[in-house]
């Protein structure tokens, strides 16, 4: 092969990585440019009153649901969910958010025990964190917890498979290091 057919092998070969990278997610995947907007604290008209200011609730309060999928009665994920996991690793790492920390909250439906769906949703919520510190996130920027069935999606049908998620809440600002 040629040097200049080498060279445009290679340039074609950029470019379809680039336009890959780029592609829109499967169906059913949240982008990371939806994750952002509902992460990103929402500008609002701040009141001050001698110092003080006073924001609405919504700004410390942004938060998505994702469809994350693991085994059946398991913490492990689905190969299915790299999908959706690489969507928010790359909408977390987004300059809005590149600063904020974030909590990670597992949610089940209400089939089962509900203590064992307290301790699944935690070990389900840390597999994302896992999965996301082994991306190139900072630990200390994700903190995680488990619900169990205590705040379903969908409150009058506690069994239904919408209630089985992965929060994403984003807690404002990280602490800068010393």
Same mark, same amino acid.
Request: charged fraction near 25%.
């Given at each position: 092969?040629?040097?200049?057919?080498?060279?445009?092998?290679?340039? #074609?070969?950029?470019?379809?990585?680039?336009?890959?990278?780029?592609? &829109?997610?499967?169906?059913?995947?949240?982008?990371?440019?939806?994750?952002?907007?509902? #992460?990103?604290?929402?500008?609002?008209?701040?009141? %001050?009153?001698?110092?003080?200011?006073?924001?609405?609730?919504?700004?410390?309060?942004?938060?998505?649901?994702?469809?994350?999928?693991?085994?059946?009665?398991? %913490?492990?994920?689905?190969?299915?969910?790299?999908?959706?996991?690489?969507?928010?690793?790359?909408?977390?790492?987004?300059?809005? #958010?590149?600063?904020?920390?974030? #909590?990670?909250?597992?949610?089940?439906?209400?089939?089962?025990?509900?203590?064992?769906?307290?301790?699944?949703?935690?070990?389900?919520?840390? %597999?994302?964190?896992?999965?996301?510190?082994?991306?190139?996130?900072?630990?200390?920027?994700? &903190?995680?917890?488990?619900?169990?069935?205590?705040?379903?999606?969908?409150? &009058?049908?506690?069994?239904?498979?919408?209630?089985?998620?992965?929060?994403?809440?984003?807690?404002?600002?990280?602490?800068?290091?010393?």
């Amino acid at each position: 092969m040629s040097h200049k057919n080498s060279a445009l092998l290679t340039l #074609l070969i950029a470019m379809c990585t680039i336009a890959s990278a780029k592609a &829109d997610p499967p169906p059913g995947v949240m982008s990371d440019e939806q994750i952002e907007n509902a #992460l990103k604290p929402a500008k609002t008209r701040g009141m %001050s009153m001698r110092g003080l200011k006073r924001t609405q609730a919504a700004e410390s309060a942004a938060a998505v649901n994702l469809d994350i999928p693991f085994l059946y009665n398991s %913490s492990e994920l689905k190969p299915e969910a790299s999908a959706q996991l690489k969507q928010l690793r790359s909408a977390l790492t987004r300059e809005s #958010l590149r600063n904020d920390r974030f #909590l990670v909250g597992g949610h089940t439906d209400a089939k089962g025990n509900p203590q064992y769906n307290k301790q699944l949703s935690l070990k389900r919520a840390e %597999s994302v964190k896992r999965y996301l510190v082994a991306a190139g996130l900072d630990p200390g920027r994700l &903190d995680t917890v488990g619900y169990g069935s205590d705040q379903p999606l969908a409150p &009058d049908r506690p069994d239904d498979p919408a209630n089985r998620r992965v929060e994403i809440r984003d807690l404002g600002e990280a602490p800068a290091k010393p």
